[in-house]
């Protein structure tokens, strides 16, 4: 497969080079040449396949040609070690649970499918990697994660000093080795623009050679659209009209429902459910795509004002409509919040902020279509254990797999100006 950049369709890059470069020169974001169509054998199959077999099947046609089968193949079955289970919440209201692994957060999927790619890469590679990272929370503890201890490759996260939980700063500032944290003295899109503008730094790139660790990069958005192969096969053959609600801010997650479904998994419909960072769905009901500054929420790894993956969610619909395929909802923190209790109450089930924006969108679509509807349950409700013991009045024990390290913190402390952040770059290396 060959990648061109969403500003320059006259491109045609590898998928190395587009993993190792993770943005474009041109500020665009990669994009494959082609979404394939998998077999008819392929899917009336699915229910008798394997997670990693399904992602086989889904990653190869992207990566086959830069990646050895069997290399892929052992980078898939690390990324896909653990469950995706499809719990029935209520009558025809399911949680794809994606937060079963490292660092209970669906992102630990696509981190670590990078991280196998990237390590995979380096090998031949002259220069060692650094990953620059910004994260509002989950996206650096995943990666954190998925990068400890990956040889060629250093990672440096930058995340906003203060606006994320204790649990996620404790998991990516005390692992050390090759993990780089670094507490930004900002909001999250200042740590984006840091990043941003470092790869668009040729100064920088000379020295060093950069990669991102971001959803922008194809090793880490593709591999999402297998969550959604994956729910198809809990689900009965006789289930019409299946309908996803995601709970998005950059829009990675939900640009690979629409991969997967332009692959020729039948999904009816999306869902693009958001907090008050609602820029999507206010493209969605006005055509009008208008980023702004984040705002600050309990559902903080969605507080998004310029979703990342937008341009690739115009791609995908360049040649239909978007709003036939996608509704969109926002919803405030008190709705948010109220819905956690009445989900507990009435269900029994316990939601994380994210994903009782997600089933809220869900809910609100169901009002008035018959559908079968699945939510992403994108963080395990620990996570956000401040908000949601308060909300429900009780416990929720850690599981057992994700102990909270008694390492000392390793954090960097750092204003958000540029000249720190890369003479820091050109001087750090990892201990
Ligand atoms: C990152 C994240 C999201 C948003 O996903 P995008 O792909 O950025 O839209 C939702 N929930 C949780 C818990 C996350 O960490």
Do not use: W
């Not at 500054?293 to 790894?301: G, L, Q, R, V």
């Not at 994210?354 to 008035?368: A, D, I, Q, R, T």
């Not at 963080?379 to 009780?394: I, M, N, R, S």
């Amino acid at each position: 497969m060959k990648y061109y950049s969403t500003k320059n369709k006259n491109l045609s890059i590898s998928a190395t080079e587009a993993i190792i470069k993770g943005l474009p020169d041109d500020n665009g974001l990669f994009f494959p040449k082609e979404i394939p169509v998998l077999n008819k054998s392929f899917y009336d199959n699915l229910h008798q396949l394997s997670t990693t077999e399904i992602a086989t099947e889904v990653l190869g046609p992207y990566f086959k040609e830069d990646i050895p089968s069997i290399e892929l193949e052992k980078i898939i079955n690390k990324t896909f070690s653990f469950n995706l289970p499809l719990i029935e919440v209520k009558k025809d209201v399911f949680s794809l649970e994606l937060f079963h692994g490292p660092t209970l957060a669906f992102k630990d999927i696509g981190a670590k499918f990078l991280a196998g790619c990237l390590n995979y890469i380096a090998q031949d590679n002259p220069k060692k990697l650094k990953v620059l990272v910004a994260t509002s929370g989950d996206t650096g503890s995943a990666v954190a994660h998925g990068f400890y201890g990956v040889e060629n490759v250093d990672v440096v996260i930058l995340y906003p000093k203060g606006k994320i939980s204790e649990f996620q700063e404790m998991q990516m500032t005390t692992l050390g080795k090759n993990i780089i944290a670094l507490s930004i003295d900002g909001t999250f899109d200042d740590c984006q623009k840091l990043v941003k503008t470092a790869f668009l730094d040729d100064k920088l790139n000379n020295s060093l050679q950069l990669t991102s660790a971001n959803s922008i990069n194809i090793a880490r958005f593709l591999p999402q659209s297998i969550y959604y192969f994956s729910a198809f096969t809990h689900l009965s053959n006789k289930v019409q009209d299946v309908v996803f609600s995601v709970p998005s801010g950059n829009y990675g997650n939900l640009t690979a429902g629409v991969v997967a479904q332009q692959m020729g998994l039948p999904i009816a419909h999306f869902i693009a459910s958001s907090n008050a960072n609602d820029i999507v769905p206010k493209y969605l009901e006005t055509g009008l795509y208008t980023p702004r500054p984040s705002i600050s929420t309990i559902s903080n790894a969605m507080d998004v004002g310029a979703p990342s993956n937008f341009e690739r969610l115009l791609e995908l619909f360049r040649n239909s409509s978007m709003n036939e395929m996608v509704t969109g909802f926002s919803f405030s923190d008190i709705e948010t919040a109220e819905n956690i209790a009445s989900v507990y109450n009435e269900c029994k089930y316990i939601l994380d902020p994210h994903g009782s924006v997600g089933y809220l969108g869900l809910e609100k679509y169901l009002e008035n279509n018959e559908a079968v509807g699945v939510f992403l349950e994108t963080a395990h409700p620990v996570k956000f254990k401040e908000v949601v013991e308060k909300v429900l009045d009780l416990t929720i024990p850690i599981p057992v797999h994700v102990k909270p390290s008694t390492n000392p913190s390793l954090k960097i402390e750092m204003k958000n100006n540029y000249s720190h952040f890369t003479d820091f770059l050109l001087n750090s290396r990892s201990t």
